[in-house]
């Protein structure tokens, strides 16, 4: 039970760390860049996060798997160190901003531009995540066994990488809309597609990995085009706008987390049917709002 507490303390602590750090790696590569090339920017800064779900995640559990839950941790805390010393080896100084009061940098929700664009973060990333915190048991119950979740859920991650990617060029080329409404359409159609197979009891492993890329693409072809939109919206507060997305990004993950913990005990079919819902009010809401 201690050594509980304690994991969980030292959870909250890398937490803390991560959303401090993804809003201001935001602002600075949009800071580094004229603005056609912003959502490029943005999109390469996603792109770690993307990477290592891609790679991160399923190596972690392989990690785990052989050497123990410990030696995975330390991983991640050697790999945290290299991320600093790059950092500070190579990123240029930029000058900072004066202190800003909280209520200053709440004030910026008075915007109605804004207030309109962050409730898609939300509810996007609260549909990606309903099934995502489950897979074990989500695809489980579509023929996939424990020993090859890792590799489903390594196409999962290069499709999140290839549409975070793409969602750069494409935020900067078609426009933010354009490619939030083709990523809320495939995202439903992919959780859809499985809700039907988890629910018939079939097996196409194949399907189920080409799925997986395209859930993958879809969810993480969000933060771009929305970081783009906000940015758009405040262009006078790029830094405030982005975190605030960051953190609607934590909701998100972690209302869709918690939605999929209520749905498990009813089944896959229920949660695929839920996330694939959640996705079509997203695309809903987008197009009422752009």
Do not use: K
Not at 193 to 202: D, Q
């Amino acid at each position: 039970a201690r050594v509980f507490w304690v994991l969980l303390a030292t959870r909250i602590a890398a937490a803390l760390g991560a959303a401090a750090f993804t809003p201001n790696a935001g602002a600075v590569a949009a800071a580094l860049v004229p603005p056609e090339a912003r959502a490029r920017a943005l999109a390469v800064v996603v792109g770690g996060l993307t990477i290592a779900t891609a790679l991160g995640v399923p190596l972690g559990e392989m990690l785990g798997r052989w050497l123990g839950w410990r030696s995975a941790l330390i991983g991640v805390a050697v790999v945290c160190l290299v991320a600093a010393a790059g950092v500070a080896a190579w990123v240029p100084a930029l000058p900072g901003n004066p202190v800003v009061p909280l209520a200053a940098r709440l004030a910026v929700l008075r915007n109605r531009s804004v207030v309109a664009v962050l409730p898609v973060t939300v509810l996007g990333m609260c549909a990606a995540y309903v099934v995502y915190a489950y897979a074990v048991p989500a695809l489980g119950a579509l023929g996939i066994g424990v020993g090859a979740t890792a590799w489903v859920l390594m196409l999962y991650g290069l499709g999140a990488v290839a549409g975070n990617l793409s969602s750069g060029y494409a935020t900067d080329r078609f426009g933010a809309a354009r490619v939030l409404t083709a990523g809320y359409a495939a995202m439903a159609v992919a959780l859809g597609i499985m809700g039907v197979l988890a629910a018939t009891g079939t097996r196409l492993p194949a399907l189920v990995g080409v799925l997986a890329v395209g859930w993958g693409a879809a969810s993480w072809c969000q933060t771009p085009a929305q970081q783009h939109r906000l940015i758009a919206a405040a262009p006078q507060e790029p830094g405030l706008v982005v975190a605030l997305n960051a953190s609607c990004i934590y909701f998100g993950i972690g209302a869709g987390t918690l939605l999929g913990g209520a749905t498990l005990a009813h089944g896959a079919t229920a949660m695929f049917g839920v996330a694939a819902a959640l996705a079509v009010v997203t695309l809903g809401y987008l197009r009422l709002t752009v």
